[in-house]
């Protein structure tokens, strides 16, 4: 019992080394900062609004910003395509989309849109 009880004094003694603290702080730190270093993905909605009407767009971004007020399109310059599922609705391009939103939000590096957003021109007084 006696040999145990002085390995366990020398091995606390060893540890207790100031050196070891410091090394294990510094490695501690250098796996922080490798950490921080890496771009993560999430998806987040961003509002898109196309003349008075508000959409919520999902993409996929590789940095988190402040939340925005959102994208507004003028429906003048929409890349639109008739949709294949509903009649009257209008499929947006969604490279034209993300391109559009990448351009009105330059901090976020949006990789796509999710899905094509189907919209319904509004009557106009003219038609």
Same mark, same amino acid.
């Given at each position: 019992m006696h040999k145990f009880t002085l390995y366990l004094k020398v091995t606390a003694r060893r540890?207790?080394?100031p050196v070891f603290f410091m090394l294990l702080g510094l490695s501690l730190?250098?796996?922080?900062?490798?950490?921080?270093?890496?771009?993560?993905?999430?998806?987040?909605?961003?509002?898109?609004? $196309?003349? !008075? /009407?508000?959409?919520? =767009?999902?993409?996929?971004?590789?940095?988190?910003?402040?939340?925005?007020?959102?994208?507004?399109i003028s429906s003048d310059n929409i890349a639109v395509t008739p949709s294949t599922t509903?009649?009257?609705?209008?499929?947006?391009?969604p490279f034209w989309l993300q391109n559009t939103i990448s351009s009105q939000i330059t901090?976020?590096? $949006?990789? !796509? /849109?999710?899905?094509? =957003?189907?919209?319904e021109f509004p009557k106009r007084s003219d038609d």
């Open positions: 540890l207790s080394n730190i250098l796996w922080y900062v490798t950490k921080l270093s890496h771009s993560y993905t999430a998806n987040i909605n961003i509002p898109v609004r $196309i003349d !008075s /009407v508000y959409y919520s =767009v999902r993409c996929p971004v590789d940095k988190i910003a402040p939340r925005k007020n959102g994208v507004f509903a009649s009257g609705l209008y499929d947006i391009s901090d976020l590096k $949006i990789k !796509s /849109v999710a899905a094509p =957003v189907e919209i």
